[in-house]
């Protein structure tokens, strides 16, 4: 266990020396830090989570365990553990915890050192597993931390570039942290990276039997991001058993933050439940390097890219983020709800020059507006930049880098 430990902290004093890019967050490290609650760093596989709190920690005397190690798991002993720590780390003050979901029972162990009064920062890459444990064992103990891929606007601050110049690039091969200075490696990186989500973080975890159709699913929906997808379906179109493991399977694919499903809006919740929900992935890379296409879709590259901005913006696919179909069956694609009022609508198209494009996406959102009482309307665009009245109301136009 002693040897185990220490390689960890070779690994970790390594990590420490590298240079990074300090993401943009709402938070304020010093402040996360006086702060005895859990730090729950959490988000995709290789995003940038243990970086993100190893810099947050830099400079402080912490302790380091890395649970994506084989050793570690298959060694443990939680008394031995906590000894060689107190050795190899004397008088630490911070206990840095990553990918924590690989232990059996991590919850319980986070839970017995918070009530010890350690000082903890946890990462983690399972959405469902980390907020139902969290909820349930650690209620009101600790503080939420999402990370997405890198954001265009990090991506530019990383190549000290002008945002603009790097724009189609994003569009195309998005923000994991790996690719940003390697745009070579993407479509290489990034089809592997897909498969070990699918295959370690999917499979393997839930002991999924007839793998081959759970990567025929995740392939399918990275194929038809930005589109409608419904369980009965997905059944039928790929021939799967039944219903029921079809929104299993769904729901598996979620947990490693690979897909979301966004919810139609409407009033009555029994409708919302019913209709289909919108599908996206979590960057656009994936889509140029995995997914099975014929042509290129820069519009629905444009409405994922939005989409994953809104998440990191704060936004969630449960409570304030929806789509929306009027009651003349028009689109909008994104609702942004805040309490109990609409706060904003908002249309995704590459470009307006179409004058039928522009007349199809202005009627959606006036329409729209009338009917959910929503004065705040926005286009977002790949360029153009205006405002356009209709009906009373003013639609901004904005091009994606200024969003």
């Given at each position: 266990m002693?040897?185990?430990?220490?390689?960890?902290?070779?690994?970790r004093?390594e990590?420490?020396e590298?240079?990074y890019?300090?993401?943009?967050?709402?938070f304020?490290?010093?402040e996360?830090?006086?702060?005895n609650?859990?730090?729950l760093?959490?988000?995709?596989?290789r995003?940038g989570?243990?970086?993100?709190?190893?810099?947050?920690?830099?400079?402080k005397?912490?302790?380091?365990?890395?649970?994506d190690?084989d050793?570690?798991?298959?060694?443990?002993?939680e008394?031995?553990v906590?000894?060689?720590l107190?050795?190899?780390?004397?008088?630490?003050e911070?206990?840095?915890?990553d990918?924590?979901q690989n232990?059996?029972?991590?919850?319980?162990?986070?839970?017995?050192?918070?009530?010890?009064?350690?000082?903890?920062?946890?990462?983690?890459s399972?959405?469902?597993m980390?907020?139902?444990?969290?909820a349930?064992?650690?209620?009101?103990r600790?503080?939420?931390?999402?990370?997405m891929p890198?954001?265009?606007q990090?991506?530019?601050?990383w190549?000290n570039t002008d945002i603009?110049?790097i724009?189609?690039?994003y569009?195309?091969?998005?923000?994991?942290p790996?690719?940003?200075q390697?745009?070579s490696?993407?479509r290489?990186?990034?089809?592997?990276?897909?498969d070990?989500?699918?295959w370690?973080?999917?499979?393997?975890?839930?002991?999924?039997?007839?793998?081959?159709d759970?990567?025929?699913l995740?392939?399918?929906l990275?194929?038809?991001?930005c589109n409608?997808?419904s369980a009965?379906?997905?059944?039928?179109?790929?021939g799967?058993?039944?219903?029921?493991?079809?929104?299993?399977?769904m729901?598996?694919?979620?947990?490693?933050?690979?897909?979301?499903?966004?919810?139609?809006?409407?009033n009555?919740?029994?409708?919302?439940?019913?209709?289909?929900?919108?599908?996206?992935?979590?960057d656009?890379?994936?889509?140029?390097s995995?997914?099975?296409n014929?042509?290129?879709?820069i519009?629905?590259?444009?409405?994922?890219q939005?989409f994953?901005e809104?998440?990191?913006?704060?936004y969630?696919?449960?409570?304030?983020?929806?789509?929306?179909?009027?009651?003349?069956?028009?689109?909008i694609?994104?609702?942004?709800r805040?309490?109990?009022?609409?706060?904003?609508l908002i249309?995704v198209?590459?470009?307006?020059?179409n004058?039928?494009?522009e007349k199809?996406?202005v009627?959606?959102?006036v329409?729209?507006?009338g009917?959910l009482?929503c004065?705040?309307?926005?286009?977002?665009t790949?360029?153009?930049?205006?405002?356009?009245?209709?009906?009373?109301?003013i639609i901004?136009?904005?091009p994606?880098?200024?969003?």
């Open positions: 002693r040897a185990v430990i220490l390689n960890q902290r070779k690994e004093d990590l420490l590298r240079r890019l300090e993401r943009n967050t709402k304020n490290s010093d996360l830090l006086a702060n609650l859990i730090k760093v959490s988000g995709p596989r995003v989570k243990s970086t993100y709190a190893l810099l947050m920690l830099k400079g005397n912490f302790a380091y365990l890395n649970f190690d050793q570690l798991l298959a060694m443990w002993d008394e031995a906590m000894q060689m107190d050795e190899v780390y004397p008088n630490y911070y206990m840095l915890l990918e924590v232990l059996n029972d991590w919850d319980l162990w986070i839970s017995k050192l918070y009530r010890r009064g350690k000082n903890l920062i946890v990462t983690g399972n959405a469902k980390l907020s139902s444990e969290m349930t064992v650690l209620t009101g600790y503080i939420q931390i999402d990370m890198f954001s265009m990090e991506v530019a601050e190549n603009r110049s724009a189609d690039d569009l195309h091969n998005g923000g994991y790996e690719t940003v390697a745009r490696i993407v290489n990186y990034l089809f592997t990276l897909f070990n989500i699918v370690k973080d999917v499979c393997k975890r839930h002991k999924v039997r007839n793998s081959t759970l990567n025929t995740a392939v399918y990275l194929t038809n991001f409608p997808v009965n379906d997905l059944k039928t179109e790929l799967f058993s039944s219903v029921t493991t079809t929104k299993k399977f729901d598996y694919l979620h947990e490693p933050f690979l897909f979301f499903f966004l919810m139609r809006y409407d009555k919740m029994k409708i919302m439940k019913k209709a289909a929900q919108k599908v996206y992935v979590v656009n890379g994936f889509v140029t995995r997914a099975f014929i042509s290129e879709n519009g629905r590259l444009l409405e994922n939005v994953t809104l998440l990191r913006r704060g969630d696919t449960d409570r304030t983020l929806f789509y929306y179909r009027s009651r003349n069956d028009k689109e694609d994104f609702v942004i805040d309490d109990f009022r609409i706060k904003q249309q198209s590459y470009t307006l020059t004058a039928k494009t199809r996406e009627d959606a959102l329409e729209a507006a009917e009482h004065s705040d309307l926005l286009i977002v790949a360029n153009e930049e205006r405002d356009i009245e209709k009906n009373g109301y901004k136009v904005t994606i880098y200024k969003m």
